[in-house]
């Protein structure tokens, strides 16, 4: 059975960071493309970012480059988010989705499995 389960989140100031975990089970990441999103109360749920499991091709919001990293472990099933600069609209649940997939880049859009989130608060 595939499943994903977030850890990481927490309380950090302005500017601080955090590394964000999923774990995924029931599956291989060679043949699936991994993403973070995010939802803050009274918004939209927005895609973050997200990785191809074999090729490691990534892609990120622009609200994010330059400050957060996806990154990937094969060999534990492991994908992470180094999030770098934290801002106060950083503030949400971020969840970890996946979906399967040929191509050889992923996407922000048409994930079908998800774990149950974790809370990232950025407040001074």
């Known amino acids: 059975q595939l499943q994903l389960v977030e850890s990481g989140g927490g309380l950090v100031h302005p500017g601080g960071s955090l590394r964000l975990s999923c774990s995924a089970s029931?599956?291989?990441?060679?043949?699936?493309?991994i993403g973070w999103f995010r939802q803050s109360p009274g918004k939209e749920r927005e895609g973050v970012s997200c990785i191809r499991g074999d090729s490691g091709a990534t892609k990120y919001a622009d609200s994010v480059k330059g400050r957060f990293t996806i990154s990937r472990d094969n060999a534990e099933n492991m994908v992470y988010l180094q999030m770098n600069s934290l801002k106060p609209e950083d503030t949400g649940i971020y969840y970890c989705a996946s979906y399967w997939t040929f191509k050889s880049q992923c996407l922000l859009t048409g994930y079908d499995s998800w774990g149950q989130g974790t809370q990232v608060t950025v407040s001074s």
């Open positions: 029931g599956f291989s990441l060679d043949y699936y493309a």
